[in-house]
């Protein structure tokens, strides 16, 4: 008996699976590709969505305004997450728009260092008075994230993406900041927040004309 080789033909359904494959394949290639230059809505927020990640002075600045609303408690353990992003996104906008603001550079590198300080110290400040510093330093890092805006990215979209990837790095510090429930938990995050000071004094004394 011969069997027959010859595979048999695909049926239309089958055809039609192959082509939405295909399809979706190339939707994630374009998608990709875009993101990989910055080009248009997705590449504009997986721009602005990694940028706090790509600097150690914003990496550290975000995530000890939540170490420090945690050690703060309520209400600034939520209104600090809050007004950082808030102010940050005013940055953005007058770096987008190309307004002059001075020492950008050194004011985020001294961000870091106050906000390190106030950790190590167990500065419990005043409500206004603290959301007031996280304000002004917000302004400085959207300052930064906003002149850093790829030319075909959409700036709505790369807006979207800082603030959400700020918002995570907040919440990473607040979660740090419960070590403070555990025995000399609050000694580890006083040593912690010398250590980011540290880090900011570093970083402020390497820029040209500072040190």
């Not at 990709?32 to 002075?57: K, T, W």
């Not at 995050?189 to 570093?202: D, E, F, K, M």
Request: aromatic share 6%.
């Amino acid at each position: 008996m011969i069997q027959n080789l010859n595979p048999a033909p695909a049926s239309p359904r089958s055809r039609l699976r192959k082509q939405h494959v295909a399809g979706l394949l190339l939707l994630c290639f374009a998608a990709a590709a875009n993101a990989h230059s910055g080009e248009g809505v997705a590449g504009g927020f997986i721009s602005g969505f990694m940028h706090p990640l790509s600097g150690l002075d914003h990496l550290l600045a975000m995530v000890a305004v939540g170490i420090w609303g945690a050690t703060l408690g309520r209400p600034l353990v939520w209104a600090l997450p809050v007004a950082f992003p808030m102010l940050m996104v005013v940055g953005g906008v007058l770096g987008i728009a190309q307004v002059p603001l001075p020492y950008v550079e050194i004011g985020i590198a001294v961000s870091v260092v106050v906000l390190g300080l106030s950790i190590a110290a167990a500065w419990r400040a005043p409500v206004a008075i603290a959301v007031a510093i996280v304000a002004v330093f917000g302004v400085f890092h959207g300052y930064a994230h906003g002149t850093e805006l790829p030319e075909t990215a959409s700036p709505a979209a790369f807006a979207a993406g800082f603030v959400i990837s700020t918002g995570l790095l907040h919440l990473a510090g607040i979660a740090i900041g419960l070590v403070k429930a555990l025995p000399r938990g609050a000694q580890a995050l006083r040593a912690g927040g010398g250590l980011i000071a540290a880090t900011g004094v570093w970083i402020l004394a390497g820029m040209p004309g500072v040190a």
